[in-house]
């Protein structure tokens, strides 16, 4: 195929990539005359391939299908570019099929806990497989990913498998556990009979922490840093922030139901049943931020914060907090009732209970998976993505 020239009054496909490599692509066939207005946006599907050719082509093998009516430059995010017409196609119209190589690049995998087992999508979310053999009880209430290990949380305990999510085993009874959190070899777990517990030794044993028994709706980890969510208990509600791995904590978002938190450095957002409040000193002062619905769990990335809501949907902004925008059925989610949310370039992840609604488009729009695509049930409790 004949390298890039002059394309003036011509056609372009511009391949956009996402934060995991080139993974979904919104192909606009633009006027190169008027490249500002953009045409026909579509998305494709990665499928899946073999190992082998995986091995081959550790970037990522993109297949695009365009109809091309006329010549067309392909340009790649690192700057290389073909002419493709009707004869440098070489008979491959309406088909295109363009092998990217190169790079390290690799197809997430999406871990999502379900009320019948953990269901996993190795194709970036398109098609999911149901896990369940081991697991203490088919219930997965929390879920924390290290891979290849996988950390379950549910009515029976902690249930962890160490071959990628397919197998199970339950070392310690934890009781009845809803959260579950893992960073620097320590695992995190909230249960309803002794509250907040910790393991160092990969989850043959739990010792008791130090919140008075306290149950912890949510528990977040990174690194040093764990913030257990409180409700429910009065003054003594709020997120409790521990800075030396979970052996110490101190009160702050004082008196305020807790369900959920995500932290940035020094910047912490807590899921209230009163909106989402904001603080940027580490907890000690915070702010409202948004509507005052029932949040349920809260993820910012940059600029970009997505609470959800039960019931109400998803909440978005885009401008660091300032302004929020809602999306709910009639933007395509799955159910109003969203338990959880997490992002990751222009994909957003809703867990609904009535499946998992997953948009492309930073959120906009959304496409809903449910046990016809694999799920081991509608009901779902937490995501994640590596």
Same mark, same amino acid.
């Given at each position: 195929?004949?390298?890039?020239?002059?394309?003036?009054?011509?056609?372009?496909?511009?391949?956009?990539?996402?934060?995991?490599?080139?993974?979904?692509?919104?192909?606009?066939?633009?006027?190169?005359?008027?490249?500002?207005?953009?045409?026909?946006?579509?998305?494709?599907?990665?499928?899946?391939?073999?190992?082998?050719?995986?091995?081959?082509?550790?970037?990522?093998?993109?297949?695009?299908?365009?109809?091309?009516?006329?010549?067309?430059?392909?340009?790649?995010?690192?700057?290389?570019?073909?002419?493709?017409?009707?004869?440098?196609?070489?008979?491959?119209?309406?088909?295109?099929?363009?092998?990217?190589?190169?790079?390290?690049?690799?197809?997430?995998?999406?871990?999502?806990?379900?009320?019948?087992?953990?269901?996993?999508?190795?194709?970036?979310?398109?098609?999911?497989?149901?896990?369940?053999?081991?697991?203490?009880?088919?219930?997965?209430?929390?879920?924390?990913?290290?891979?290849?290990?996988?950390?379950?949380?549910?009515?029976?305990?902690?249930?962890?498998?160490?071959?990628?999510?397919?197998?199970?085993?339950?070392?310690?009874?934890?009781?009845?556990?809803?959260?579950?959190?893992?960073?620097?070899?320590?695992?995190?777990?909230?249960?309803?009979?002794?509250?907040?517990?910790?393991?160092?030794?990969?989850?043959?044993?739990?010792? +008791?922490?130090?919140?008075?028994?306290?149950?912890?709706?949510?528990?977040?980890?990174?690194?040093?840093?764990?913030?257990?969510?409180?409700?429910?208990?009065?003054?003594?509600?709020?997120?409790?922030?521990?800075?030396?791995?979970?052996?110490?904590?101190?009160?702050?978002? +004082?008196?305020?139901?807790?369900?959920?938190?995500?932290?940035?450095?020094?910047?912490?957002?807590?899921?209230?049943?009163?909106?989402?409040?904001?603080?940027?000193?580490?907890?000690?002062?915070?702010?409202?931020?948004?509507?005052?619905?029932?949040?349920?769990?809260?993820?910012?990335?940059?600029?970009?914060?997505?609470?959800?809501?039960?019931?109400?949907?998803?909440?978005?902004?885009?401008?660091?907090?300032?302004?929020?925008?809602?999306?709910?059925?009639?933007?395509?989610?799955?159910?109003?009732?969203?338990?959880?949310?997490?992002?990751?370039?222009?994909?957003?992840?809703?867990?609904?209970?009535?499946?998992?609604?997953?948009?492309?488009?930073?959120?906009?729009?959304?496409?809903?998976?449910?046990?016809?695509?694999?799920?081991?049930?509608?009901?779902?409790?937490?995501?994640?993505?590596?």
């Amino acid at each position: 195929m004949p390298e890039g020239g002059d394309l003036s009054g011509q056609a372009r496909v511009r391949l956009r990539p996402t934060e995991y490599g080139i993974l979904w692509v919104k192909i606009a066939i633009v006027p190169v005359e008027t490249p500002e207005k953009y045409l026909d946006l579509k998305e494709f599907q990665q499928p899946g391939f073999s190992s082998a050719m995986k091995a081959r082509f550790t970037q990522l093998i993109l297949i695009a299908l365009v109809s091309l009516t006329s010549s067309c430059q392909i340009t790649v995010p690192w700057g290389k570019s073909m002419l493709l017409g009707d004869d440098a196609a070489e008979g491959l119209n309406p088909l295109l099929l363009l092998l990217v190589a190169g790079g390290s690049s690799s197809i997430p995998t999406f871990y999502v806990a379900t009320q019948s087992g953990v269901s996993i999508s190795r194709d970036g979310g398109f098609t999911y497989t149901s896990y369940t053999a081991g697991l203490a009880h088919l219930f997965v209430y929390g879920l924390a990913v290290v891979e290849p290990t996988v950390y379950t949380a549910g009515p029976m305990g902690i249930s962890i498998s160490t071959d990628g999510g397919r197998t199970y085993s339950t070392t310690s009874n934890t009781g009845d556990t809803g959260t579950i959190s893992v960073s620097e070899g320590n695992i995190y777990v909230g249960t309803t009979s002794v509250g907040f517990q910790r393991s160092t030794d990969g989850g043959n044993t739990y010792a +008791n922490q130090t919140l008075g028994g306290m149950y912890p709706y949510a528990v977040y980890s990174q690194s040093n840093l764990v913030y257990a969510s409180i409700s429910g208990v009065g003054g003594s509600s709020g997120l409790y922030v521990s800075t030396d791995f979970g052996v110490n904590f101190t009160q702050r978002f +004082n008196g305020l139901n807790v369900a959920a938190s995500y932290a940035v450095g020094s910047t912490v957002y807590a899921a209230t049943d009163n909106g989402l409040r904001i603080s940027t000193d580490g907890g000690v002062t915070s702010n409202a931020s948004g509507p005052a619905v029932n949040a349920t769990d809260v993820f910012a990335s940059g600029n970009n914060i997505y609470v959800s809501v039960n019931p109400g949907g998803l909440n978005i902004s885009r401008d660091g907090g300032t302004s929020y925008t809602t999306y709910t059925i009639a933007n395509g989610l799955g159910s109003n009732q969203v338990r959880t949310v997490y992002a990751f370039g222009d994909t957003v992840l809703a867990g609904t209970t009535a499946g998992l609604s997953i948009s492309r488009d930073g959120g906009s729009t959304y496409t809903n998976y449910r046990t016809t695509n694999g799920l081991g049930s509608n009901s779902i409790f937490r995501v994640a993505v590596r």
